[in-house]
């Protein structure tokens, strides 16, 4: 069975690497998400991966501290996260090269758009950590932005729901799941996908999203044959 998609980037929020612990990081959870991603690679995919830091910190919540330093710090959260996930990777028998956007050299390379290239060539997985290396971008826009710069063929946004409703379904027990969205619904509609910024980029550049469940790790392999699970988002 072939694929779906030859290049994948991969959107892992910081409270998917924690499991139900809730905050810091699940080793076993992050090895389930390695072996559905070994798999992928085996089939052919080249994967991406953006880490979220919200295991480890939460800026928007940091009282009054300045906000430039606030996700400053998210942005280290999301280094130690990129760190984690490549030793889960490699545990499951994959190169992988971490790739940062701030510079650390002692500790993962810069990240380089034609290096990474060259890494998907060599049927390296990346993962990408510090967001976009500046303050006021959230890591979904981190992940919207390196999708269009590796040639993504989609965006694969892995959350703790299986798809967008049109309410928050832990809240209300009528919420209506859909199964296809344009860009336009997300803006216009207000629904809480992503940020307005990373849903524009992705609109701009023509990258569809697929919004699903992480809570079983095989959804990633499904996603990338091409399964119909979660919400498509084009």
Known sequence: MQPKYKRILLKLSGEALAGDKKIGLDYDVINRFGQSIKKCVDAGVEVGIVVGGGNFWRGRSSGGMDRTRADHIGMLATAMNALAVADGLENCGMEVRVQTAISMPQVAEPYIRNKAMRHFEKGRVVVF??????????????????????????????????????????????????????????????????????????????????????????????????????????
């Open 129 to 234: 950590g510090c967001g976009t290396g500046n303050p006021f971008f959230s890591t979904d826009t981190a992940a919207a932005l390196r999708a269009a710069e590796i040639e993504a063929d989609i965006f694969f946004k892995a959350t703790m729901v299986d798809g967008v409703y049109d309410k928050d379904p832990h809240k209300y027990p009528d919420a209506v799941k859909y199964d296809t969205l344009s860009f336009t619904d997300i803006l216009s509609k207000g629904l809480k996908v992503m940020d307005s910024t990373a849903a524009a980029m992705c609109q701009d550049n023509n990258i569809p999203i697929l919004v699903f469940d992480l809570a079983d790790p095989d959804n990633i392999y499904r996603a990338c044959m091409g399964e119909n699970i979660g919400t498509i988002v084009k």
